[in-house]
């Protein structure tokens, strides 16, 4: 079975850096095949995508995203890494980490993930 665990996230004031980590088990076999992507939310708004890892290593970000946020993986995309930089309040959210078998370039669709994790929460001060 597929499992995702985010961890990493933290409270902290705006200006400042995390590094989220996505453990993903259950997808060795296949994940060449998969998207990995990081999604945040926030109570009462739509899930939005952050950036995916396409199946052949090519990555997308959102235009919210470009500059600040940086995926990266050790080996075989586990684990995946979030680096925000230069944190502001609108970062605040839960950010979770999701796989799935996509096809085409439409990346930022929820429901077009198979696979999440419990979402880690990240928090913002001024």
């Known amino acids: 079975q597929v499992l995702l665990v985010e961890s990493g996230g933290a409270s902290v004031q705006a200006g400042g850096s995390l590094r989220l980590s996505c453990a993903a088990s259950g997808l060795t076999d296949s994940y060449r095949s998969y998207f990995l992507a990081w999604f945040r939310q926030v109570p009462g708004n739509e899930r939005e995508g952050v950036v995916s890892a396409h199946s052949d290593g090519r990555t997308t970000y959102a235009d919210s995203a470009k500059g600040r946020f940086t995926i990266s993986w050790d080996n075989s995309k586990t684990p995946l890494y979030l680096l925000i930089d230069n944190l502001n309040p609108e970062d605040t959210a839960l950010y979770y980490c999701?796989?799935?078998?996509?096809?085409?370039?439409?990346?930022?669709?929820?429901?077009?993930?198979?696979?999440w994790g419990k979402g880690t929460q990240v928090t913002v001060s001024s």
């Open positions: 999701a796989a799935g078998v996509i096809y085409g370039e439409h990346w930022s669709d929820p429901s077009d993930y198979n696979y």
